[in-house]
């Protein structure tokens, strides 16, 4: 998003709410960012923070990047950029107690901003081209019926299947087959209700089908994952069209777990959201 530009925008005609606070989510983000270090320095939101004008809040969920694949601490940052005498009100809700982490949590996450330094920034970078890398490879097949939701701004660590709505429902047996099928390419997969993970995760998102997360695997296995996934694919796409029934497309996915020889890791779990 053009976040300054839209600011700008909205100032030159007048739109922008006076005072105004803009809230910016960076989980998926860098820490070192640069479009955030391009806001922050802009001349003219800058004279607009100092004047009371504008309240830059930007905030990152730490169950995700920070923890290096571990979601075993609850929190977030978040970082407030204001003139203290026009945002009074604001700064002192936002630092009540109330809001504030306790505890084991508190303890963790501090630790984790303390001595983490880099290498949140660098296992990012790694989680998004892996990702990228296992787009490239499953968007380079042809599926008439399985459909690959684009990659864009806001879904990088995400490879999202859209499944056919006579398979809509069927998406915790698709991840299963596929988990199955995986292993006996001798690739384990989680099936954790987030991302961020070190390991790929593969998880069924409701109707709306399945989430891949790339993990840190190399390239030849992030390969292999896609291999199996165009693999699946083709399967499903036969099948769907020799398949009269739902019940005979859920008893299809049985076979194809039960054929691959193979005990996948746990049982994969839905979401509602992606």
């Known amino acids: 998003e053009d976040v300054i530009g839209q600011l700008k925008a909205l100032r030159e005609r007048k739109q922008l709410a006076s005072p105004c606070t803009v809230v910016i989510d960076t989980t998926l983000d860098l820490d070192d960012s640069p479009e955030l270090r391009a806001l922050l320095r802009d001349p003219e939101l800058a004279e607009m923070i100092q004047s009371g ?48 982490l306790g505890g084991i949590y508190y303890q963790g996450l501090t630790h984790l901003q303390k001595a983490i330094g880099a290498a949140r920034d660098d296992y990012v970078r790694r989680l998004r081209s892996n990702a990228e890398l296992l787009y490239s490879e499953v968007s380079a097949a042809s599926f008439s019926d399985l459909k690959i939701a684009p990659m864009q701004e806001g879904s990088q660590f995400f490879l999202h299947l859209r499944l056919p709505l006579r398979l809509s429902n069927l998406a915790t047996h698709v991840v299963t087959a596929l988990a199955a099928l995986l292993a006996r390419k001798g690739v384990i997969v989680s099936h954790r209700g987030s991302f961020g993970f070190a390991r790929t995760n593969i998880i069924g ?30 399967k499903l796409q036969s099948a769907s069209d020799e398949c009269a029934s739902y019940s005979e497309l859920q008893e299809l996915l049985r076979e194809l777990v039960a054929s691959s020889n193979s005990k996948a890791r746990g049982s994969p779990p839905t979401e509602s959201e992606p």
């Open 205 to 234: 998102i409701g109707s709306k089908g399945i989430r891949i997360t790339a993990g840190l695997e190399d390239a030849d296995t992030i390969k292999t994952i896609a291999q199996a996934i165009i693999e699946l694919a083709s």
């Open 53 to 100: 004008a504008l309240n830059v809040v930007w905030h990152r969920s730490a169950q995700k990047f920070d923890m290096l694949g571990e979601d075993n601490y609850y929190g977030g940052v978040v970082c407030c950029l204001n003139n203290g005498e026009a945002f009074q009100a604001f700064n002192e809700r936002i630092r009540h107690p109330a809001a504030q």
